[in-house]
């Protein structure tokens, strides 16, 4: 599938804060973390770090978010719920780390997932991410347990 990465509108943002998946995966619905709806929908956190992401009909089918220091990405990133569990995770990726490597010239790519989500862990491993460290976060007032993932960006 080919990708269309854009920055972030109002109506892309409201389409997200929409999205709903799954059973245990329902921890990455927006609406779950006011904090993240939040921003989410707030346009001045937009520029540089929220982008949509359109397949070639122009359909929204996901987000990345970039925080990006000097030499690093750390990246965010969700894809539509009804186009989770299709094998699309890694040509997903690799658009955003392309993306990423084009407009930022990072070191490095960072990211970090909560463990339940083998599925991810998977594709970010694909992608060329090796695992470090396990860490518990607190989210929502519930604590989860994260795992940080680092790649070179060349």
Do not use: C
């Not at 894809?79 to 407009?103: D, I, K, M, S």
């Not at 491993?125 to 860490?135: I, P, S, T």
Request: charged share 20%; glycine share 8%.
């Amino acid at each position: 599938m080919d990708y269309h990465i854009t920055p972030m509108t109002a109506v892309f943002a409201q389409v997200i804060a929409g999205w709903h998946y799954e059973g245990e995966y329902r921890f990455y619905d927006a609406d779950q973390d006011p904090e993240d709806l939040e921003e989410l929908l707030d346009p001045e956190s937009w520029p540089e770090t929220f982008f949509a992401v359109l397949n070639a009909d122009q359909t929204l089918v996901g987000y990345f978010i970039f925080g990006h220091s000097e030499d690093a990405v750390e990246i965010g990133l969700g894809l539509a719920p009804e186009y989770t569990g299709q094998g699309l995770g890694l040509a997903f990726v690799n658009a955003g780390l392309e993306f990423a490597r084009q407009r930022f010239q990072p070191k490095i790519f960072r990211l970090k997932v909560a463990t339940f989500n083998q599925r991810a862990i998977r594709v970010y491993r694909q992608a060329g991410f090796l695992a470090g460290k396990v860490y518990m976060q607190e989210v929502n007032g519930r604590y989860y347990e994260f795992l940080s993932m680092n790649r070179p960006a060349s």
